[in-house]
């Protein structure tokens, strides 16, 4: 079936997939750096002090992704969505009131971002198409991830001259009441006949997966091929979150100006789009397994342009290579998942692996924020990372190896794996 056909057969659900990913953008660092500058010199904190109370707030949100994020197991979809787009929009609104007096309310405010937005949002898009699509999982999944693109677009060039004409808490005021306006309306329309599509999937889950056992999450983490798998899971989130979180510190030190850093992000979607599209026909036809080991290779070239030349150019070659990577990453992550373990426990196992990412996000500013304090220079930093790719990229073969090995291929149970 081509895109055109898929995306006519399922349209409304599928916007429900690109919406979810879409507004979880002010939940994202990308977006929440834009205004690292004006939080520095309200709060008074460093680089350091800054990413740290970030860092906190996002290591909050992992540790609360494992127990709500495995509710969309037993909560019905609409509920929980509901619940996830309201709490969004408080958080934007809190943010644009917090007290300059308070850092606590500053962490809270953060913490509600992120976990809403960058933590549930992106669980509710991805678990959903990932659960009730099956012949077409890798095309469901990348036409939502394409959500992701477009806020990455859209919004930073927006934020930037709305801060410019209204200033930073006026701009967070209009993304919370905007969201409050017109957020959970849109989920619960575009969520309109759940019901008979959650009943067909249950029908097909019961027949489907009789002969295979469905992983548990305590089964994945006792899975050596799952840590095998880790470094490459956590790579993407760490590396570019430490990027955009540090991208006025970058901006500064390579003479560039944040308007100019912040048009890149309409290269970095539009990437994102091209290698989504292209890899969820792939994921499709070949599964996801062979192709997870070759999706960080972008994202090593862009850091090599961002780490070594000075000329704007870079901006756009890292911003092109790091969205090839991400937008492949984004669908044959999702989908490699209940492609190895099934989908019975498809929420719990996805919240742990956003867990996991998130913790690495909540620990890149940190760590690059006190490198950065301590003398080293971001372009050093950025080309450090180059070692975690190599490591991540010679350990995922291993895994694909284990994983081909199994009696009965990716989707076999635990307890008659051969490895």
């Known amino acids: 079936m081509s895109y055109l056909a898929f995306v006519l057969a399922n349209g409304r659900f599928?916007?429900?997939?690109?919406?979810?990913?879409?507004?979880?953008?002010?939940?994202?660092?990308?977006?929440?750096?834009?205004?690292?500058?004006?939080?520095?010199?309200?709060?008074?904190?460093?680089?350091?002090?800054?990413?740290?109370?970030?860092?906190?707030?996002?290591?909050?949100?992992?540790?609360?992704?494992?127990?709500?994020?495995?509710?969309?197991?037993?909560?019905?979809?609409?509920?929980?969505?509901?619940?996830?787009?309201?709490?969004?929009?408080?958080?934007?609104?809190?943010?644009?009131?917090?007290?300059?007096?308070?850092?606590?309310?500053?962490?809270?405010?953060?913490?509600?971002?992120?976990?809403?937005?960058?933590?549930?949002?992106?669980?509710?898009?991805?678990?959903?198409?990932?659960?009730?699509?099956?012949?077409?999982?890798?095309?469901?999944?990348?036409?939502?991830?394409?959500?992701?693109?477009?806020?990455?677009?859209?919004?930073?060039?927006?934020?930037?001259?709305?801060?410019?004409?209204?200033?930073?808490?006026?701009?967070?005021?209009?993304?919370?009441?905007?969201?409050?306006?017109?957020?959970?309306?849109?989920?619960?329309?575009?969520?309109?006949?759940?019901?008979?599509?959650?009943?067909?999937?249950?029908?097909?889950?019961?027949?489907?997966?009789?002969?295979?056992?469905?992983?548990?999450?305590?089964?994945?983490?006792?899975?050596?091929?799952?840590?095998?798998?880790?470094p490459a899971f956590l790579a993407p989130s760490f590396i570019n979150t430490g990027v955009f979180f540090n991208q006025t510190t970058l901006v500064a030190a390579k003479g560039w100006t944040l308007q100019l850093f912040a048009s890149g992000f309409a290269v970095y979607a539009g990437f994102t789009l091209l290698a989504a599209l292209g890899t969820g026909l792939l994921v499709d036809r070949f599964g996801a397994l062979r192709l997870f080991a070759l999706v960080l290779l972008p994202l090593a070239g862009g850091l090599l342009a961002l780490g070594l030349v000075d000329a704007p150019v870079a901006i756009f070659a890292y911003m092109a290579l790091a969205g090839l990577s991400t937008g492949a990453f984004n669908t044959t992550s999702n989908a490699l998942l209940p492609e190895i373990y099934g989908t019975g426990h498809l929420g719990a196992i996805r919240a742990l692996s956003v867990s996991l990412m998130v913790l690495s996000t909540a620990a890149s500013p940190a760590v690059m924020g006190w490198l950065l304090d301590g003398g080293l220079a971001i372009e050093t930093i950025v080309l450090l990372c180059l070692g975690w790719i190599a490591a991540a990229s010679a350990l995922t073969p291993l895994a694909v190896r284990r994983i081909a090995r199994r009696p009965g291929g990716a989707f076999s149970s635990p307890e008659t794996k051969g490895t």
């Open 14 to 230: 599928l916007a429900f997939g690109f919406a979810t990913a879409f507004f979880s953008s002010f939940g994202q660092t990308y977006f929440i750096a834009i205004f690292n500058d004006e939080l520095r010199a309200l709060f008074g904190l460093g680089h350091g002090g800054l990413g740290t109370l970030y860092g906190l707030a996002t290591l909050t949100s992992a540790a609360l992704m494992l127990p709500v994020g495995q509710w969309i197991d037993r909560v019905d979809l609409r509920l929980y969505a509901s619940l996830v787009a309201a709490g969004m929009a408080a958080a934007s609104l809190f943010m644009s009131v917090v007290p300059a007096a308070s850092l606590l309310f500053l962490y809270l405010a953060l913490l509600a971002l992120r976990f809403c937005g960058q933590g549930l949002m992106s669980h509710i898009s991805a678990t959903a198409m990932a659960r009730y699509f099956e012949r077409g999982r890798g095309r469901a999944l990348s036409l939502a991830s394409l959500g992701f693109a477009g806020g990455e677009a859209v919004f930073p060039p927006l934020a930037v001259a709305l801060v410019a004409v209204v200033g930073w808490r006026q701009t967070w005021g209009l993304v919370g009441l905007t969201l409050a306006v017109g957020l959970v309306p849109l989920v619960l329309w575009l969520l309109r006949g759940h019901g008979v599509r959650h009943a067909a999937h249950s029908r097909r889950s019961a027949g489907r997966e009789a002969g295979h056992r469905q992983w548990s999450r305590a089964e994945v983490l006792r899975d050596p091929t799952f840590h095998l798998l880790l």
